[in-house]
């Protein structure tokens, strides 16, 4: 911080040398124009170019000090991810220089994860859909043990996990919308289960922010795996006899295959039963590319 103050403090000097030189320069102009003594306009007009040397010299000085700044203010960014199936996602709408994208995730070695340099902020990007022990006390422990050998400490400023984004309500809402043939068409949204008694609230804004963004009246509802209530209990209940499924998982895994309700599931209930995509999907599909260093 203390380097940040003497290069800001420097950038303010190189600029009021600039402004004096060319003032400076400007009054001497018009001195030059005033009279016709020829010693006198040879020695004006070399204050002039005196004074415009000086102007150069502070922008060549003030070029530096932003360079030096650039230095210490460039930021670093970690991907941290639950495996390595999302390890190589960008959080979305996040602009990353190559060079300095960080990746890993938490059933990877933490010893062997590269260290940033010292004093650069580290934006840390919890690949994750939901807080809980993963994006908390894991990922603690996980960082912890990556940065002890190093002889400094970090600045990592951590970054809400993918699933509170809202993006991501944003890009499943323009899915679900050509998909609401009728009335009879709802949303049912299955996430994972917390091993705490309070759930995760990644789930419960994310239905939120969904009954905001779909059309009035719209049926929206939350369910489980893992936990109560559970999603194939709610999917009986629903009002709706077309139902949308919204899985609130990062990655096609087991989970996916295993845990959520399927057509068998819907039949009982007399319902229909239609899956949209996890959110590794829809990130690949609406990702920006990197910009260079």
Not at 10 to 37: H, K, N, P, W, Y
Not at 74 to 79: E, G, K, M, S
Not at 200 to 207: A, G, K, S
Request: glycine fraction near 6%; proline fraction near 9%; include cysteine.
């Amino acid at each position: 911080m203390a380097h940040t103050y003497r290069a800001l403090g420097g950038l303010t000097l190189c600029a009021l040398t600039f402004t004096a030189a060319i003032i400076g320069a400007v009054f001497c102009g018009e001195r030059m124009t005033s009279t016709q003594d020829p010693s006198f306009v040879r020695h004006v007009r070399l204050l002039i170019y005196v004074h415009f040397a000086i102007a150069q010299v502070a922008i060549a000085f003030a070029a530096l000090l932003l360079y030096r700044l650039h230095r210490i203010w460039r930021t670093y960014y970690l991907i941290i991810s639950y495996n390595e199936h999302a390890m190589m996602l960008n959080p979305p709408g996040v602009r990353m220089a190559p060079g300095r994208v960080i990746r890993c995730h938490l059933g990877s070695d933490p010893t062997s994860l590269p260290l940033p340099p010292a004093g650069v902020p580290v934006l840390v990007y919890p690949m994750l859909m939901q807080s809980g022990h993963a994006g908390g006390k894991r990922m603690e422990d996980f960082l912890e043990t990556a940065f002890s050998r190093a002889p400094y400490r970090p600045r990592l400023f951590f970054q809400p996990v993918l699933g509170a984004s809202p993006w991501l309500a944003h890009i499943t809402a323009d899915h679900i919308r050509p998909m609401l043939c009728s009335a009879s068409s709802g949303v049912l949204v299955v996430a994972h289960g917390s091993r705490s008694s309070e759930p995760p609230p990644e789930p419960n804004l994310f239905c939120r922010r969904l009954k905001e963004l779909l059309p009035a009246g719209t049926e929206i509802c939350l369910g489980y795996f893992q936990a109560l209530p559970d999603s194939r209990d709610v999917l009986c209940g629903m009002q709706a006899h077309h139902v949308l499924l919204v899985p609130f998982l990062l990655t096609e895994g087991i989970h996916f295959n295993r845990d959520l309700p399927k057509q068998k599931d819907a039949s009982v209930c007399g319902k229909t039963l239609q899956y949209l995509p996890v959110a590794t999907v829809l990130l690949q599909a609406n990702s920006l590319p990197d910009i260079g260093t």
